[in-house]
């Protein structure tokens, strides 16, 4: 059985009527490319703007990827909002696990924290607390038992990447802009369960790599800025084997 993921990311969306006709767009071309299912890893809006989450809710529902078409993660900039994001995103988020498809389930974790020191780049720390761990490996034990695939995804990339934007190389001189913390025991416990996909956000520019843990490939997709590349990552999977990918520019 054929099944096609959205993965989209790092929107910044402030509720304007620009991000209308922008976020129009976008579920017009899941229509087009027959999606299944749409993820997005975070950064819905650009500082917790209540208008920003209320937008993207209202026209995902009213093109058809509603709550149980689509999973929308929390990003660093959607922390000052965080009580907004629950209210319209949290019944998609806050089950660690679901089912896609036969074979086929998406891992969410929440790699997003105030941060350690004052809010000097939009709290853009992210590590996973003792409760992550434990649900994270709690979810794949339990996929494991199933048989199934997993697809795991967060906000925070898990790998380095080069200097972005003036105010990212000023938070990575400070140690305050950058990959997930912990992401080689977080790539470790992906190499441990077999885990084939990881997708994340946090950095504007899309990247793949891929990496090997207990000597089994993992590829780690960076979805990149939705709104900044007028593009997005579809990716195609057969009976929960992921068999393709590709770009759908707006």
């Given at each position: 059985?054929?099944?096609?993921?959205?993965?989209?990311?790092?929107?910044?969306?402030?509720?304007?009527?620009?991000?209308?006709?922008?976020?129009?767009?976008?579920?017009?071309?899941?229509?087009?490319?027959?999606?299944?299912?749409?993820?997005?890893?975070?950064?819905?809006?650009?500082?917790?703007?209540?208008?920003?989450?209320?937008?993207?809710?209202?026209?995902?529902?009213?093109?058809?990827?509603?709550?149980?078409?689509?999973?929308?993660?929390?990003?660093n900039h959607d922390l000052p909002g965080w009580e907004d994001y629950m209210d319209h995103f949290g019944q998609g988020f806050s089950p660690l696990y679901r089912k896609l498809t036969n074979g086929l389930y998406?891992?969410?974790?929440?790699?997003?924290?105030?941060?350690?020191?004052?809010?000097?780049?939009?709290n853009p720390q992210g590590w996973l607390d003792e409760g992550d761990w434990k649900g994270l490996v709690r979810a794949l034990d339990e996929i494991t038992e199933l048989g199934g695939e997993a697809i795991v995804a967060l906000h925070h990339h898990v790998f380095d990447v080069p200097d972005g934007d003036n105010r990212q190389r000023l938070g990575r001189l400070f140690n305050m802009w950058g990959p997930l913390e912990d992401s080689e025991d977080f790539l470790d416990l992906m190499g441990q369960y077999g885990?084939?996909?990881?997708?994340?956000?946090?950095?504007?520019?899309?990247?793949?790599?891929?990496?090997?843990?207990?000597?089994?490939?993992?590829?780690?997709?960076?979805?990149?800025?939705?709104?900044?590349?007028?593009?997005?990552?579809v990716l195609d999977f057969t009976d929960g084997v992921l068999t393709g990918k590709g770009w759908v520019h707006i």
């Open positions: 059985m054929s099944y096609r993921i959205a993965h989209w990311s790092d929107l910044h969306l402030d509720g304007d009527d620009s991000d209308e006709a922008f976020l129009t767009n976008l579920f017009a071309s899941l229509k087009e490319y027959s999606v299944d299912h749409l993820i997005v890893t975070g950064d819905v809006t650009d500082d917790g703007e209540s208008e920003g989450f209320a937008l993207l809710d209202h026209m995902r529902r009213k093109h058809g990827y509603g709550p149980r078409k689509s999973t929308v993660l929390p990003g998406l891992v969410t974790v929440d790699s997003t924290k105030p941060d350690k020191l004052p809010n000097m780049f939009a885990v084939n996909l990881v997708l994340t956000g946090h950095s504007h520019e899309a990247r793949i790599r891929k990496v090997r843990r207990h000597g089994h490939p993992i590829a780690c997709h960076i979805g990149g800025s939705t709104s900044d590349q007028h593009a997005y990552r």
